[in-house]
């Protein structure tokens, strides 16, 4: 007897195996998007730290010791930014620690820079 073909129960095995990889592929697909998001969203809070720490670096007003906390957004997201300035050893400089988040992420940036007193 000659055999053209698949039986069912191949088939249906074939079909087990090729459901398996499908769903293999979208979650990973589905860690890729997230990760892409998650780089996004790490790079527009470094984005708003480096700014800030662009116009404390060049702005000639003192800066007042202390922490300060301030909302913005910056192309289309929302942030809030906290600065803290403590004095250091030497008295003509002070530390200033800028944090950033989003409401949107669960996650933060640190950018640490010295400044002299003006």
Do not use: C, H, K, Y
Request: charged letters at 20%; hydrophobic letters at 45%.
């Amino acid at each position: 007897m000659s055999r053209n073909g698949f039986t069912l129960l191949e088939l249906l095995v074939a079909l087990a195996v090729f459901s398996i990889a499908a769903l293999a592929l979208l979650r990973l697909d589905a860690v890729a998007v997230a990760s892409a998001a998650d780089l996004s969203a790490r790079e527009g809070m470094m984005l708003v730290a480096e700014n800030e720490a662009a116009r404390i670096a060049t702005d000639p007003g003192p800066l007042t010791l202390g922490t300060s906390t301030r909302s913005l957004t910056n192309g289309g997201r929302s942030f809030t930014l906290q600065q803290s300035v403590t004095a250091t050893p030497d008295p003509r400089l002070v530390r200033v620690d800028l944090l950033v988040t989003s409401p949107d992420w669960n996650t933060s940036t640190r950018l640490t820079l010295v400044r002299r007193v003006s």
